[in-house]
């Protein structure tokens, strides 16, 4: 399986490359393409696309091969704790003697 993945902070740009690129593999004789799935976009108006490709002969008799995926849920973050002051960083806070 081939895929391509369109990801960009700039959502509107994004798009209009996602759309030539799609055409051109619409146009295409060799080329078809899965449907596009639309991923999470962690932050902004970003965009982040993924579809699937394969030469146009990949179809058998009973139509085009089918694909699974599967995207890892998004967890949560934890949250950093501070990390410990190491004994040359407390005697530099401590000060002198």
């Not at 998004?74 to 990390?83: C, G, I, L, M, V």
């Amino acid at each position: 399986m081939v895929q391509i993945r369109v990801m960009s902070s700039d959502g509107p740009r994004a798009e209009q490359v996602l759309a030539e690129l799609l055409a051109l593999i619409e146009a295409s004789s060799t080329l078809t393409a899965s449907e596009v799935e639309r991923l999470s976009y962690r932050g902004g108006d970003g965009l982040r696309v993924v579809f699937d490709v394969q030469p146009a002969d990949a179809s058998g008799p009973e139509g085009p091969q089918a694909s699974v995926r599967v995207e890892r849920e998004p967890r949560p973050r934890r949250e950093r704790r501070p990390r410990a002051l190491g004994e040359r960083q407390r005697r530099a806070l401590e000060g002198p003697p």
